[in-house]
């Protein structure tokens, strides 16, 4: 298979090492993790509000949420060396198993997700005697977003640490 100019691109920015020092360590990528998450929840929370609610208003909320959202999600990106933004002709094969136990892992905890969210629809049909129809939507539109961007996550807190270089000093 032959590179394209677009993958060595990608390649290269996705291995630009000049953020590194926010995901050094397992400690910083979790905490840029649990940012993401935070930021993804209000902006998903926001979108429902004005595209289901009767509100304008939320669409503010997005406006000021995407950029530092953008910012992390490229942060989380540049963490795992663009695990699952590169075509997999660039990964080696040491990546492609870590991008398909990503992918799994991310798998399982959305299952466990939309179980939960059906769990909750049954219990609300049973306990206010009222149809969901209403509320389908934005609890489908909320599962779907984390069904998306759940991979990148998973990803972020499984990578490993970079060796330093007295570690590979004293390796050899």
């Known amino acids: 298979m032959t590179t394209t100019r677009y993958d060595r691109r ?20 979790r905490a840029v993790v649990a ?27 997005i406006a000021v949420v995407l950029l530092p959202w953008v910012l992390l999600t490229g942060l989380l990106n540049g963490s795992t060396r663009g695990l699952l933004e590169l075509r997999g002709r660039m990964l080696d094969e040491r990546q492609l198993i870590e991008r398909d136990r990503v992918r799994a892992l991310s798998h399982r905890a959305t299952l ?16 206010t005697d009222e149809p969901l129809r209403a509320e389908v939507a934005p609890v489908l539109s909320g599962v779907l977003a984390v069904h998306w961007i759940m991979p990148l996550w998973v990803a972020g807190l499984r990578v490993q640490d970079d060796l330093r270089d007295d570690d590979v000093d004293a390796e050899a």
């Open 112 to 127: 466990w997700l939309l179980i939960a969210a059906a769990i909750g629809a049954v219990a609300y049909g049973t306990l």
């Open 35 to 61: 940012a993401h998450v935070a930021l993804t929840a209000v902006g998903v929370g926001a979108w429902i509000a004005t595209v289901f609610g009767p509100w304008f208003w939320p669409a503010a909320v």
């Open 10 to 29: 990608m390649y290269q920015v996705m291995n630009d090492r000049r953020a590194a020092r926010f995901h050094a360590t397992a400690g910083r990528r």
